[in-house]
């Protein structure tokens, strides 16, 4: 896609773009609606200095930190994961990189909650490299996540303890090693749309099998704290984008959506998203189960209308 395309695209009316982007979806992804469910599974302690996270140890945000959990309680969340109907579970910890024992730890966990959970496995532990991704994929899992969070141009604006070209590099080594990738970012850190559309080429580029859209909640003494709130409108019109550039790849609705969208979240999925993450996120609490199922359900209705 040139361009020529991408700005008549932008040029559209908000509804042209939606209905556009609701073909695309219904022609590459049919009506699959991905869930996922994330566990928190190490909190806080973190070295580095993401503008927007409440874990990096230099913003003094105040939320629960504690080492990795234990395994059982990784095995325990999956089995809650798998009873409120999502399709994937994914730990998560805090930091850049993981130490071989808690590496270890977790392999061990991914490898007890697919041979007696039956959940398709997700994790997302920072900095990996190609034995430790090895580790993972034996122990069974199948997707890595890893953002790249923003444009190359702006990444510096928002993080500056890693590089951009790092996380790309973990993301190809990933894939290399046979894993399915998520990647995607934080809209609404003060970047143009411009910055969007190019993360959504790159992650078009990298090949990517899903992309999880953040929106971002500012958080109290995080560098972030006083930007102004994303309009639905915008958040509605970048997700039709990415749907519209990455056809065929899982858009997946994350943070934000309730405190953005609020009563128009459904819009989101006649923009083109096709999955999203329930049961909370890792220092934000989520709706409850019960209205995301009646948004599931509504969701399924619009799209066989």
Known sequence: ???????SLIELPLADLIFLAN???????????????????????CSQDCKFCAQASRHPTGIATYPLKKKIQMIEAARQAKDIGAERFDIVTSGNTLSKEELGII????????????????????RMDERGFSLLKAAG?????????????????IVTTHTFQERIDTIRL???????????????MGESLKDRVEMALILKGLDVESVPLNILVPIKNTPLERYPLLSCQEAIMTIALFRIILKDK???VAAGRESIL??????????????????????????EVTEDRELVKEIKQLWQQ
């Open 141 to 157: 899992l199948s997707r890595y996540h890893h953002n790249i969070e923003t444009s190359p141009g702006y990444f510096p604006k």
């Open 23 to 45: 073909k695309t979806r219904q022609e590459f992804m049919g009506f699959s609606l991905e869930l996922c469910t994330i566990m928190n599974a190490k909190s806080g302690f």
């Open 174 to 188: 990933a894939k290399e090693v046979g894993l399915e990738v998520c990647s995607g970012g934080i809209i609404g």
């Open 1 to 7: 896609m040139d361009q020529k395309q991408i700005d």
């Open 262 to 287: 609020k009563d128009f979240q459904a819009l989101a999925f006649m923009a083109g998203a096709n999955g999203m993450l329930i049961g909370g996120y890792l220092t934000l609490k989520g709706r």
């Open 250 to 252: 899982i858009i997946k």
């Open 107 to 126: 392999a061990d966990a991914i490898w007890e909650i697919t041979s007696k959970v039956g959940i398709k496995m997700c994790a997302s532990l920072g």
